[in-house]
DNA sequence: CATCCACCGGAAATGTTGGGAC
DNA sequence: GTCCCAACATTTCCGGTGGATG
């Protein structure tokens, strides 16, 4: 009688952090020369593609540092929820809502006091659609008597000068430090070796871990699969049996990518995956054509063009969907978009 | 060279919420 | 409580875009 495939899920879950990280050594050198000697001595900017190592590379060479704090900025995306959750992981206290931002600021000056401390901003393009570039000018520039060394993270853009205002831009003067995508291969041994710890001995196919990994070098994908994979079968995990359940796990995939996004950020991501059926090539208008059907059949309130427009931008910094800007021409000033896919 | 496409995206307006001072 | 203020989510308003077309 085979024995199903899963027997420790966690190693299979993307925040499970293994001790060490292969195929970032240089990557974690460059980290460790900012941080070392107790001492921060430059701002850093890490960009790369989505399941490349970034935030796991920064949380395990940060280990070791006392003072510092982490902040998701798609889930914080302005200046204030950013301070309010770094104050609150500096300080363990809870801050309301109501204070100025000014508040907040002279705060995080007291708490900072003569220690050295470490920020880090993951999801960077989130805070920057909104008023990010103030915050980081204020990081910069705040007048402590400790260090505040700041770790900028984006997934979208390799470049963070044109992103930002000069006079940002030069107080922050950061290191620049790129992810390449892992080659297939490299994947492949990533996944194998999460495989060995969750599941059971002779359980998982070479040929199926093969095909995931030579679809998607994104290690977070490639990990919701393979933990699909594992979880809807009863015995061995096939090539045919992946093969079954991409489509599934990549739906998995994008769910967690969404999962603290709102209700109409779902609504229109499954307008413009079924547009997508339909048709090659998507446009603004027709995508919430489909968001308002869509509220209509699930009784929810229909939110505003103006709105929807923001949270289209929102699926792309996800990179679930592809989107071409049109500023004028013949088609008029708009977006073409395409689903993304595993 | 005027017009048109179709909506981008900035800015101001609106309504809600919670903190601080009285 | 009441008043004022700021942050925030969302709506309302609208100027602007640039290549094709006539």
């Excluded at 000018?137 to 705040?142: C, I, Q, S, V």
């Excluded at 044109?162 to 620049?176: A, F, G, M, W």
Aim: charged share 25%; hydrophobic share 30%.
């Amino acid at each position: 009688m085979p024995e199903p495939p899963l027997k420790d899920p966690t190693p299979l879950q993307t925040n499970y952090i293994p001790q060490n990280i292969e195929y970032r050594e240089q990557e974690i050198e460059a980290l460790r020369d900012v941080f070392s000697n107790e001492s921060v001595s430059q701002n850093l900017f890490i960009h790369g593609p989505q399941g490349t190592g970034k935030t796991h590379v920064t949380h395990l060479t940060l280990q070791e540092i006392d003072n510092k704090c982490y902040v998701d900025c798609s889930k914080h995306d302005t200046q204030y929820k950013a301070l309010k959750q770094v104050l609150q992981q500096l300080t363990g206290e809870k801050i309301g809502d109501g204070y100025h931002t000014s508040d907040l600021q002279r705060k995080l000056v007291e708490k900072t006091g003569v220690l050295d401390t470490v920020v880090i901003l993951d999801e960077i393009d989130f805070l920057l659609l909104n008023d990010g570039d103030d915050l980081l000018y204020f990081l910069t520039r705040m007048e402590t008597r400790g260090q505040t060394g700041l770790v900028l993270i984006s997934s979208n853009h390799e470049d963070l000068k044109n992103k930002i205002e000069e006079r940002t831009y030069s107080s922050l003067q950061p290191r620049r430090i790129g992810f390449e995508p892992y080659t297939a291969e490299e994947a492949f041994q990533i996944l194998l070796k999460r495989a060995q710890k969750a599941l059971t001995d002779q359980s998982l196919q070479k040929a199926a871990l093969t095909y995931i990994t030579a679809t998607t070098q994104n290690i977070t994908a490639g990990l919701y699969w393979l933990k699909h994979a594992a979880e809807t079968t009863n015995s061995v995990i096939t090539e045919s049996h992946t093969q079954d359940v991409q489509e599934q796990a990549f739906e998995k995939y994008a769910g967690h990518l969404l999962s603290h996004f709102s209700e109409h950020h779902r609504l229109l991501y499954q307008a413009v995956q079924e547009l997508d059926v339909e048709n090659n090539s998507i446009n603004t208008g027709d995508i919430y054509t489909r968001y308002e059907e869509l509220c209509k059949t699930y009784n929810e309130n229909t939110l505003s063009k103006r709105r929807l427009s923001d949270f289209l931008k929102h699926l792309e910094l996800l990179d679930l969907i592809e989107a071409e800007y049109h500023y004028g021409g013949q088609e008029g000033k708009t977006r073409d978009v395409k689903l993304a896919s595993l």
